[in-house]
């Protein structure tokens, strides 16, 4: 008989070994390990931690990828930067682990592949795996993330978690340094900043779609109290519903940027982290999820969808269209929230996500 894993063991072992971004050593060896328990030839995804490995029927027919990212988040105690899987990564992969336990020797057609992900916080483990083509034969891929209490009620799940699109700029601006007593002969790098940040402010996008947008650092210091600041450096935090709005409100503030630093006699360097992009799922999948939820949780816990937050499984699509995607939120009483250093979750739930995970399989290849 096979061994089927219990997911909320699972995650109890998984909480100490919390590491960071890709460097995830000791958790990439524990999933090997658990998954050749159960006779899956696991293995490393290149030169990354990434893990991944197939249950195969030996018939043709379509890969379904089932994907759980690995990586904790660092927080400062006592001095010191720790590991503390406060978004609750641990429970994706306990679950996952599980559900792949449940679903070897039932498959009857095609693969199922498993992806373990590291480096989803820094949003660039995604991409990582994606130049490693981890995505070559994987016709549909399935995601989920355990949702906080301000999302789902505790024991209930929804078939979709509609994550934005997000990113940061980081804006330099040059102008000219001057003596206080002199102001007209500098460029004070604070009112161009200013000024910028007041004409982000003015932006204005369909009030029916989800975004925003806001400052978060203003830096600019020449050393003195009384020398105008030559330099200064500003970030923005924006959010977006769709990719498409996104680039919109990229394209319009890159114009501010420009011609509000050019009216001041200043000049700005201009620099995007990667973007995370919004979610683009696939409605008859995410139906197919609300139907499992259905069959293996009862009507009676099926939630509508959420949103909230940004994720980088949402890459996987952009990456290969072709591909059908679906991502779903388990309810496990994630309290007082996710990326919170005193994160905890009832994680006796995590079995309903697994059973998910097998429904929707099984639906396809059993």
Known sequence: MAQILDSTKLRRELHPLAEIGMDVKNTSAYVIRRLKEIGIDAHRVGETYGVTGYIDSGAPGPVIALRADMDALPFQQNGKTVAIHACGHDGHMAMLLEAASRLVGKIRRGKVKLIFQPAEEPITGAQALIKEGILDDVDIIIGAHVRPVQDLKPGTLCPSVCHTSSGHVH???????????????????????????????QIHMNPENVWSVKPTQLCADDGAFNVVPATATLCFDFRGQTNELVKSLTEQMNRIFKNTAEAYGATVDVKYDVICPAANLDPDITEELAQCIRDTAGADRLAPGCGGGGEDFHFYKLAKPSI???????????????HKINMTMDDTLLPMGSAVFVKFVLNHLG
Do not use: D, E, Q, W
């Open 324 to 338: 059908k995607n679906g991502y779903f939120g388990v309810g496990t009483g994630v309290t007082p929230g996710l």
């Open 171 to 201: 804006v330099t601006i040059h102008g000219k340094s001057s003596h206080a007593a002199r102001p007209h002969l500098g460029v004070n790098a604070i009112y161009v900043a200013t000024a910028i940040v007041n004409a982000v402010a």
